[in-house]
C-alpha cells in the first residue's frame, strides 16, 4: 500500500506551485497525496494578483475530516499565511502522532507578492518550527528566521545554526540563490553540517521548485529513508524536474514533475 503524505498550503491555480506542485511531486514519488486547502490565489507564471485566505473553521473542518478517518504520519506545509491560520494547523498538528513534519515556510511568491503576514513570522517561530522535523527555507527566508544576511556558505552554516534553535531537529537551507556555489544546499542537524550538490541550472523555468523540493524530501521521509537519503533523492528529482523545465505562459515556467515519463 503506498503511503499516505498530507499537504497543508495554498492553491497555485497555474499548477506550478502551491497544492497543485505539492500533489504532483507526491505521486511522482509514489505515495498517495491528500491536501488541505489554506488560501486561494489568483496567480499565474508572471505572478500573484490576489489572494483569499480561508476562514479557519474550514481549514479545522478539514483537519477534521482527514484525522478522524486516516492515519497520517507524514505531513508537509506550505503557504499558512496568517497567524490564525498558523495557529490552527500547528494546535491540530500537536493532537497527532506525526513522524514526520516537513515545513516550508513560504513567505514571498516569485514574482515578489508577500505570502506570510509579518505578524505570522512570530507564530511560525513559536509553534510551527519546535514541531518540525525539518525546515526548508530559501536564502531569503532563512535570512528572515536567522536575521542575518546571507551571501555565502558561513553565513548559510551561521543563519542555520540560529534557526536550529527555534526547535527544529533539522534544517535545509537552499542554496538556489547563494553567491557562493549556487545550487548547494546546507543541512544541519545540531551537530554537524552535510551539503548536497547538484547542477545549477540556468533557467527560468522554476515556478514552484521549493514546494516541489519540500514535498518530494516527505514522500522519501513517508517510505522510510533516513534525513540524509530523503534529501538526496529528493533534490536529485527536483535538480532533473527544473532540467525539464518549460516554457508556459510570459513569466517563469514550471517544473516537469513528470520528466521521467514518455514524451
Do not use: W
Not at 535545509?172 to 557562493?180: A, T
Amino acid at each position: 500500500m503506498k503511503k499516505p503524505v498530507l499537504t497543508i498550503a495554498g492553491s497555485d491555480p497555474s499548477g506550478g506551485a502551491g497544492i497543485q506542485a505539492d500533489l504532483k511531486a507526491l505521486s511522482a514519488n509514489n505515495v498517495f497525496g491528500m491536501s488541505i486547502l489554506t488560501s486561494i490565489t489568483a496567480q499565474n507564471t508572471c505572478g500573484v494578483s490576489s489572494v483569499f485566505h480561508l476562514p479557519s473553521s474550514i481549514i479545522q473542518a478539514q483537519l477534521d475530516a482527514i484525522f478522524s478517518d486516516i492515519s497520517v504520519t507524514t505531513i508537509k506545509t506550505g503557504m499558512l499565511a496568517t497567524v490564525e491560520i498558523m495557529t490552527t494547523v500547528s494546535h491540530a498538528l500537536t493532537t497527532q502522532r506525526i513522524e514526520h513534519l516537513v515545513v516550508d515556510p513560504v513567505m514571498v511568491a516569485k514574482g515578489g507578492h508577500v505570502l506570510l503576514d509579518n505578524e505570522a513570522i512570530s507564530t511560525l517561530k513559536d509553534t510551527l518550527c519546535p514541531q518540525a522535523t525539518l525546515i526548508t527555507p530559501n536564502i531569503h527566508e532563512a535570512e528572515v528566521l536567522s536575521g542575518i544576511t546571507i551571501q555565502t556558505l558561513a553565513e548559510a552554516r551561521n543563519a542555520a545554526k540560529i534557526i536550529h534553535q527555534l526547535g527544529c531537529q533539522y534544517v535545509l537551507i537552499k542554496g538556489g540563490h547563494l553567491s557562493e556555489q549556487p545550487g548547494t544546499d546546507l543541512l544541519y542537524d545540531g551537530r554537524f553540517f552535510r551539503m548536497f550538490k547538484a547542477d545549477f541550472i540556468q533557467t527560468k523555468h522554476t515556478h514552484g521548485s521549493g514546494c516541489t523540493l519540500a514535498s518530494a524530501i516527505a514522500a522519501q521521509l513517508a517510505k522510510g529513508k533516513s534525513m540524509a537519503d530523503a534529501i538526496e533523492a529528493a533534490k536529485s528529482y527536483t535538480t532533473e524536474a527544473i532540467r525539464f523545465g518549460f516554457s508556459l505562459g510570459q513569466g517563469h515556467g514550471p517544473t516537469d514533475h513528470f520528466y521521467f515519463l514518455p514524451r
